[in-house]
């Protein structure tokens, strides 16, 4: 098979991929009460995506991934606090920012590996969330950032109680995200990635350059993380240290794993089951939900290895 | 016309008004949530589930923690999915505010029962607050300490976060316009396991006191412990404290390197009135613990959600709700409390209290007051 | 001025000793078995809570439940590692991962039903109290016995390592797994062994952490990140590395908040940066 013929292959759209973007359309019809949730399902998707860029495709295993959340939001909230409140313009200054936060960032990041990488990546991020703390005339601290007004969208569509703009626009940049990550994931670079992830040694010896290619994709994956920062702080004009936190780091890294790393679909698969399951546990039992989730995470990783989406392909073998 | 005003009525009764509860019921603020729910549930169960011939049916929702994003979908969930007709609970700042928002845009009567960041009441106008604020009681303490309290020069040390420097401000600013001299002052790390290290910093200055303010939780016996680690006696040196400082944990904690330290507070379980005295009974009859200021907040949110019902004459609606909670007044089981019209905030008695043995038990015993205190921070602002 | 730094050394090293006790398992666990173990704390938890419930409800002396502390967080790691865990030493990091934090998760839930959340108060001994005044330092009683405790554990933790059979095998298994399970050694058993001296000594610090930091249901996940500095500073698999991270962290945190409050959290964190910058492997850890 011809190399372009195997990336002809790879991109082709699986008709289970289809039903699945057509089946997010569903909550407007069937659930329009729970559009607000499904925005943020949505944007926890899209914050898993980014992480499964790095850690799924590149081996980089992140505790601190919500630095670049953080900036994305902040940055959001801070322009519509102090500038301007038009949010498609927003986003792209956040998701730059973050970007450039990331590019910053990895030069340190991608010198290590295992525990050092994981411990610095959560060192990294607790001393930003420090900071934001004491820039508290800037953030607003832990009160949270005050003021944040969001223009309707094109002006016509006003961010209201029912969701349905934030619904639909965290959706259309979910999508459009998800695009790009799948044209980078399926392309030479993309198997570079997945080279360097099973063998970092071995990859220079065949020409690619890893510690280049780590830097770039982990800029690609902290300005995505950074447009779903700021797509939060606009969704629901509120922006507080807890999206800096180690627990929200934590919280989309369960995700990612519980959907399956290195799938591209694990994210948001992740993404819906855990935040629906915990949105169904606390509303039942506002007290004892964790433990339910405990189980649930327990019994995943008993019967389904390799994440839910792992898990099921093995039952689903892959026809190469 | 009277039958069709009795129509009316009977129709209304029918009605059920919907409380929607949004608590920091799991994670580090648990317990916070479990105090105030409890209260709630047993003002309920005192006073009957109807009032005004409406029935009361209560939602519950978890944020986790801070979590703003959370709390305003919750609300908003509320009040689209589950028509709620109140808003209520709200014991984080961040969470307070973000569902002021929602409050403000759907017009729904809320009930802070204990965020206490001065600013939350002024985001939405049919907001109510039954707790306290941080400068009500720290401004005031600090007013006090430098005048009555006879303290001239204080030591302050507080958590570095929004709260602390709250009430770093707020008491500074008491102390020094009551001609006091603030020497020196540190901040702590929000998560801090350990205080020696401050502590230390503060004996190095030999103050004649030392102003402390923590979060509730391990905090408190931790940096209480910590002052006697280092030969820090309340006798000789004033400690002084948001009430936090000497909660019923933090006292068992201590153990009698507690006695001496003075604390301000709007509300102990220790209040000697008759309506304190059956709470606290009934309380620990239903739970087995004594009710602290998360509970009072419960129970008079409560209390002025029945009153504002009785009197809006069966209007649930925002307008009437919180049109009849301004200027409400009553007597709860701190001390007399009612609402200031102006800012929709509550007025209250600000008591001062020492640490002794009584009967063989430690106790915030209180020796002065100071009555009908209102938010200082926003009447400072220009109307 | 050298009063007060010697007791903020003092302080920093008993706060150290602390973080040592309940982290030196999971380092050698990790370093060990290679098994994520991130409910580690959750042990710490179970030991903190058997000495609450032992001294408020049975009137036991608190010096009695330290062992018992330390016994049952070892019982409960036999049980977790025998039914569940071995399951997955096979699998990946981040399987294990996920798994043990679905335990913290239930560990943390079942701490709330049982015993509320609220902070648990401890009566400590009268002469575990105030403190001893010495070349003109106060020397706090608690943070002298926990440094005499720390001690007294290294020492018989390092003794029983190079001194005894089951040591060396312990020892062999960490190097080489293979060359070991081939020369004979059980090492399964030494597996299990380690892992309840592991969990059990998170418990004995769980016990001893009440007093200076407090007890509630969400302790499992609040000292997570402290511990995992400390293994990830000291080197997986050393003992001697968790010693000397623990006490390097405790006394520069303590150091840092008495000298530049200012800086106040930010320096524990930059202490950790520092170090792994510069070894990546730890101080004491070996590079694969």
Redesign the interface.
Known sequence: MKSADFFQEQIRWRPIEIAFWIATLLPFVVAPAYLQLASQIAITALFALSLDLILGYAGIVSLGHAAYFGVGAYTAGLLAKHAWGEPLSGLVVAGALAGMVGYLTSHIIVRFRHLALIMLTLGLGLLLHEAANSASALTGGADGLQGVRIRPLFEVFKFDLYGRTAYAYSLVVLFACFLVSRRIIHSPFGLALRGIRENALRMPAIGAPSRAHLRKVYTIAALIAGVAGALLAQTTETVSLEVLSFGRSADVLVILILGGAGRLYGGLLGAIIYMVARDQFSGINPQYWYFWIGLLLVTVVMLLPNGILGGLAKFFPRKT | MLSLVMLAGSASAQQTVRIGLI?P????F??T??QMDNAIKLYVKQNGDTVAGHKLEFI???T???????A??LA??L???DKVDVLAGFVL??NA??AA??SA??RKFMVVMNAA?S?ITTKSPYMARTSLTTPQLNETFGAWAASKGGLKKVYTMVS????G?DAEQAFQRGFKQAGGEVIGA?????????F???V??AK?QSPEGIYAWVPG???P??LG?AL????IDPKRTRILGQGELTEE??R??M?D?AIGIITAYHYDASHDSKLNRDFVKAFNDAYG?NPNIYSIGGWDGMHLIYAVLKASGGKTDGEALIGAAKGMQWESPRGPVSIDPETRDIVQTVYIRRVEKVGGELKNVEFDKVENVKDPVKARMPK | MLGSFVGVVFDGLAYGMLLFLLSVGLSVTLGMMNFVNLAHCSFAMIGGYVTVTLTNSLGWPFLATLPMAFLAAAAASVVLERTLYRRLYRAGELDQCLFTIGVVFISVAVAAYFYGTVQQPIDTPSYLRGSITFIGVNFAAYRLFLIVVALLVTAILVFSLEYTRFGAQVRAAVDNQRMARGLGIDVDRAFAVTFALGGGLAGLGGALAIEIVGLDHAFAFTYLVYVLIVVAVGGLGSIGGSFVAAAVLGVSDMAGKYYFPWLGAFLIYLVMVGILMWRPAGLFGKRH
């Open positions: 608590m019921y799991s994670g580090q648990a317990d949530a479990t519950r929702k978890d986790g923690g801070i979590a703003p994003d959370v305003k979908r908003q969930e009040v689209v999915r700042t961040p505010l973000a928002d929602v845009e759907a960041t600013i570095d976060y929004g709260p420097h540190v901040r702590f790390p929000v998560a801090n396991p350990d020696a290290a401050f230390q910093r190095d939780g391990a905090q016996a931790a412990k006697a680690e280092r030969g944990e933090a068992k904690s153990g390197t613990r």
